[in-house]
């Protein structure tokens, strides 16, 4: 059984390029339909119920994003984009993959191979991951963060952040030379900070990735981070968010 894919990019010959550099996989991949803006691709896709688009996040009408909160199947999705790459690393902590444009064909094999995989585990949906990255691209993530300080509210700034950290049923803000608490949990600052800048690497700790001097290799696979605040802090990075750190 093949894979059934639908391209949706709003330039003929992006289309036509897509088309083609696929010509390879055609054992394993069957394209069945194209669209050329958002409305004709929700239309499409509804219809055609395919296994992967391959969408293009820049369109006329509305963008790629508002393709995949309109249409009702969820289907693997691999964006084509010019964004910067640093940017686009939330769509790999999601599973949704990527392509830069213009397109390296050997970056195309890498996204084809891993939707095989996918397609192979049909148990591994995107809705909740999609979703989530979703919501974090429509609300700009805030620039500061209010923090009580006797009978005062204070504005921090983001990039003053060294790091938050979570100590029993409090989640504290670290700066250069001071700690607040926030009323925040982890997972509530997780889904709105910047995730180009901070990134967790332990249930109990989130980072500013501006504020990092170094990864040091630990011991057990283990790995440690130093930042930059006055007391040189270390945070150890557990082995499952390993990944998001060599991925920088």
């Known amino acids: ?52 688009i391959f969408l293009d996040v820049q369109m006329p009408g509305f963008n790629g994003f508002e393709v995949v909160r309109r249409i009702k199947t969820k289907p693997y999705i691999i964006f084509v984009t010019a964004y910067d790459e640093f940017a686009l690393k939330a769509f790999e902590e999601n599973t949704v993959d990527y392509l830069l444009k213009p397109i390296d064909q050997r970056r195309l094999d890498t996204a084809i191979d891993k939707l095989r995989r996918l397609f192979r585990d049909r148990a591994l949906r995107l809705d909740e991951n999609v979703e989530r990255l979703l919501s974090r691209l429509a609300v700009p993530p805030p620039r500061r963060l209010q923090v009580k300080v006797g009978d005062r509210i204070v504005l921090i700034d983001t990039a003053d952040v060294v790091y938050f950290e979570s100590e029993g049923k409090y989640t504290y803000l670290h700066t250069v030379d001071q700690k607040y608490i926030v009323d925040s949990t982890l997972a509530e600052l ?56 060599h991925r920088l």
């Open 1 to 52: 059984m093949r894979i059934r894919a639908v391209i949706v990019d709003d330039e003929d010959l992006a289309r036509k390029r897509i088309r083609k550099m696929l010509h390879p996989y055609e054992a394993d991949l069957e394209i069945v339909g194209e669209a050329s803006n958002g409305g004709e691709a929700v239309t499409r896709i509804d219809e055609l119920h395919p296994d992967v």
């Open 190 to 245: 997780e889904s709105k900070l910047d995730f180009t800048d901070f990134v967790r690497i332990h249930r109990s700790a989130i980072i500013n990735l501006n504020q990092m001097t170094e990864l040091v290799k630990w011991f057990g696979g283990k790995y440690k981070v130093r930042l930059k605040d006055k007391n040189k802090t270390e945070l150890v990075v557990s082995r499952g968010y390993v990944d998001r750190i």
